[in-house]
């Protein structure tokens, strides 16, 4: 059973920048992508980043440029790395595994941007 644990969320002002840090443990599953949605009030869940296994990182267009995805390997962690923050970036964030056999999603971690 795989588990993601998500932190670094917060409340920052526009302009600001935070990291997204999702620890994961268990046993994992042939891989084929990790990534990152949000879901912003009243939204839908959301693709923000993603890494396809072997491939580059892809990005939703309201995020390109401003926000990084990057994984450790040797420490199993998935990271989101967010430049430059607009309240429209407020949601709940989600890290997320797709494994041949599933998804498998972490319990959130809530980003407010607000003056």
């Known amino acids: 059973q795989v588990r993601l644990v998500e932190s670094g969320g917060g409340l920052v002002q526009p302009g600001e920048s935070l990291r997204l840090s999702c620890d994961v443990s268990g046993t994992l599953g042939r891989i084929i992508s990790m990534g990152w949605f949000r879901q912003g009030p009243g939204g839908q869940r959301e693709l923000v980043a993603s890494?396809?296994?072997?491939?580059?990182?892809i990005y939703a267009r309201s995020v390109k440029g401003r926000f990084t995805i990057s994984r450790d390997n040797s420490l199993n962690t998935l990271y989101l790395q967010m430049n430059s923050l607009k309240p429209e970036d407020t949601a709940v964030y989600y890290c997320t595994i797709n494994f041949v056999s599933g998804r498998s999603w972490g319990q959130g971690t809530q980003v407010v941007v607000s003056p």
């Open positions: 890494i396809p296994e072997n491939m580059n990182p």
